[in-house]
């Protein structure tokens, strides 16, 4: 059963390789957006007229000129040449409420999904903070109650992540598409075994030790693992064990206050057999 | 500039509050499904021979009668009663690939936002492991390189908040609606001022603190706060000033090191002098 029922959005990740963004506006808004959708393989067009155009966002556009397109023009004198059904995504930053609202209406018609900036009631879906390490996402909404503290909870998870866990990732993704051609089948037992077997994986090394696989360790992980339906150790394959620690950068170790302590117990010894023998 | 460019999803909060569901399946993974659109204010309808039901998805549609429409057919045999233009998305968890895959055009072709369980080129967007604590919501995806890891994750960015942050943000939340409510105005310098005393409070009061508003310290707040362009400590609003601590649940004390530390020191200098009298 899930924990809370109901007022909540669905969290999801959209895929938008391939795909084409519309951006209506040039400002910081639009910056923001622009930034967003470049995580994406999009292609991303802006229509604005220059002058509005916010200084990052030309320096978006000149710096991505592979995927970003610019039209110089506003929205209201050429919405007939824009074709607006070709983009599978629409995202409004204008200042113009009335505008944004008409462009979201015509949107909702077609089912292009669509967000207008500050107009919640009006958009499909709301953007949140995000945290990217390779293939990881991380994505905090607070939906739309405090973007302040989503930044605090961004800040916790940042410290609690040790950085390593884009690349264990990226690597358990390339050794999972190495097990499905050596040993191939949708679902059934094989499925079941291949599953097993990652899982164990997964659970017997750390992070920073998935993370240091490469093209000829994971070659003889399956030879000597899979093959032998075991998992071998980090060091059986030539790795550090435990060698990269995977523990969040703010663990403190526990040495420092020992030492103190230990040197509080010596003085305050040494203190009391002095007063004793003084007297 | 965003840190990684290229290759990633775009993780987004989908609204469905007012809208419909249709779940296409009636087995293990439409019952994820289900709870997945439970969270939002979706109506779900779940469309499966009654043969084809797993028991937990029995169970939610029978725990959860205003929300759910069971439908007890498939999907070849009446696609044209079912009127599919009438659902705002559509989720596939089948084990015919073809029949899922000719679902997935269908909505392709008519914009509706569809899943299909197992056939990730087909999606238009995909699940992710999830945390929520009332208006917080949380999303870690893998881009489908690694559901284990993606646990693993989850668990460090558990235990690392402290369990109040969804109270703090929802009160937040609500204090953003009466301070709106007093000071009116989209944008400009009253929008400025209240963005500029909401960030004061949230970096002055910790999670635990703003947690613990209610009506009537709200109240207190905005006169004594908001009016006097200053933010209050909790104690002169007669709140546990740092009471609860929003330190991760995982931020050990170094008492006990110290404790230890002392004990070791103490029982060393008392052996040395024992030594030292037996000469």
Redesign the interface.
């Known amino acids: 059963?899930?924990?809370?029922?109901?007022?909540?959005?669905?969290?999801?990740?959209?895929?938008?390789s391939g795909k084409r963004v519309l951006i209506v506006g040039g400002g910081e808004i639009a910056s923001q957006r622009i930034?967003?959708?470049?995580?994406?393989?999009?292609h991303i067009t802006v229509l604005s007229p220059s002058a509005g155009l916010h200084p990052r966002t030309e320096q978006?556009i000149a710096?991505?000129p592979t995927?970003i397109t610019y039209l110089d023009g506003s929205y209201e004198h050429n919405p007939d040449d824009l074709e607006l059904t070709k983009y599978d995504m629409i995202l409004t930053a204008l200042d113009d409420v009335e505008l944004s609202r008409s462009i979201c209406h015509y949107c909702r018609d077609?089912?292009?999904?669509v967000n207008a900036a500050?107009i919640p009631d009006l958009?499909?879906?709301?953007?949140?903070s995000?945290i990217?390490d390779?293939?990881?996402?991380?994505?905090?909404?607070?939906?739309?109650?405090?973007p302040?503290?989503?930044n605090?909870?961004m800040k916790?998870?940042r410290?609690?992540?040790s950085g390593r866990?884009g690349a264990?990732?990226?690597k358990?993704?390339a050794l999972?598409v190495k097990l499905k051609e050596r040993a191939p089948g949708?679902g059934g037992a094989v499925g079941k075994r291949r599953m097993t077997w990652?899982?164990k994986l997964?659970?017997e090394w750390d992070?920073g030790e998935?993370g240091q696989l490469n093209e000829g360790t994971m070659q003889k992980l399956l030879d000597e693992g899979w093959e032998k339906d075991q998992v071998p150790s980090p060091r059986a394959l030539g790795l550090k064990a435990k060698g990269v620690s995977s523990c969040?950068r703010?663990?403190?170790s526990?040495i420092?206050?020992?030492?103190?302590?230990?040197?509080?117990?010596?003085?305050?010894?040494?203190a009391v057999?002095w007063l004793l023998r003084k007297k």
């Open positions: 059963m899930p924990p809370e029922i109901g007022g909540g959005s669905l969290l999801i990740a959209w895929q938008l930034n967003s959708i470049l995580v994406t393989d999009a978006l710096g991505y995927r077609r089912r292009i999904p500050d958009c499909d879906f709301y953007f949140g995000q990217r390779g293939p990881l996402q991380i994505m905090v909404s607070t939906n739309g109650n405090g302040r503290l989503a605090l909870v916790k998870i410290d609690a992540l866990e264990a990732i990226e358990v993704g999972r949708v990652m899982t997964c659970n992070m998935l969040p703010n663990n403190r526990p420092l206050p020992v030492l103190i302590g230990f040197a509080t117990g010596v003085a305050y010894c040494a057999s």
